[in-house]
């Protein structure tokens, strides 16, 4: 495990892919250590394959469900790749639910604010 922290912390070149470094020094233990999390992109710059300057847009949805929040936010992504293009995070702001006058779950509900590629003109 040494020896792959010098090897990239000596900037020598690197397949295209993630690499993981232990700080528990031995690397037996890794619940132990800490792992840092080197992405490739981060370490070679200026290649063409960076991401390009670009703009989000942000929305918020909420997407409902009788079964669950996993499937209320699911129906919401779902939903908005039908009328959208290049959905990149979906994030979950809010969980809550709808109740009956009884106290009883009507419907899951989740809120969540998803960024999609901006091409407005």
């Known amino acids: ?45 200026g290649q063409e394959d960076d991401m390009p300057d670009s703009v989000y847009k942000v929305i918020e949805l909420v997407g409902t469900s009788n079964d669950s929040w996993e499937k209320a936010a699911a129906n919401a992504v779902e939903q908005a790749a039908k009328s959208l293009r290049d959905l990149r995070i979906a ?16 419907a899951y509900r989740a809120k969540l604010n998803v960024s999609f590629k901006f091409e407005g003109s």
């Open 1 to 45: 495990m040494m020896a792959l922290a010098q090897q990239v912390g000596s900037g020598q070149s690197c397949p295209r892919q993630m690499q993981f470094l232990s700080l528990s020094g031995s690397g037996r233990h890794p619940r132990i250590g800490v792992e840092i999390l080197m992405l490739d992109f981060l370490r070679h710059p």
């Open 91 to 106: 994030e979950v702001v809010k969980l809550d639910m709808q109740l009956d006058d009884k106290g009883k779950v009507e």
